[in-house]
């Protein structure tokens, strides 16, 4: 993950660089904090899941592990998106 320090862009103003306009800045930190959302629900998952399912782990899955993770996975983004999609509706009545 990148932070506006290590940009693509510099806000030194050297000669012959040109300032990102607004629209620009707006747009890599909408893209920078989707990537943020995308890894920290991949953690949240990788952490609820595994716990809830794994009771041993070992070199590889059994079939009822992998049944279980994938039951889990599916429930976990179906209620991040409902949890999502309700907190934008909020938002956006406000």
């Given at each position: 993950?990148?932070?506006?320090?290590?940009?693509?862009?510099s806000?030194?103003?050297?000669?012959?660089?040109?300032?990102?306009?607004?629209?620009?800045?707006?747009k890599q930190?909408?893209?920078?904090?989707?990537?943020?959302?995308?890894?920290e629900?991949?953690?949240?998952?990788?952490?609820?899941?595994?716990?809830?399912c794994?009771s041993?782990?070992?070199p590889?899955?059994?079939?009822?592990?992998?049944?279980c993770?994938?039951?889990?996975?599916?429930?976990?983004?179906?209620?991040w998106?409902?949890i999502s999609r309700t907190?934008?509706?909020r938002?956006?009545?406000?």
């Amino acid at each position: 993950m990148s932070s506006l320090g290590s940009s693509t862009f510099s806000l030194s103003g050297g000669i012959g660089e040109t300032m990102p306009n607004k629209e620009e800045v707006m747009k890599q930190v909408k893209n920078e904090m989707a990537v943020a959302s995308a890894q920290e629900l991949i953690k949240n998952i990788n952490k609820n899941c595994f716990n809830l399912c794994i009771s041993s782990p070992g070199p590889s899955f059994s079939s009822s592990d992998e049944a279980c993770m994938s039951r889990c996975v599916d429930k976990y983004l179906a209620s991040w998106d409902l949890i999502s999609r309700t907190y934008i509706d909020r938002v956006q009545k406000q």
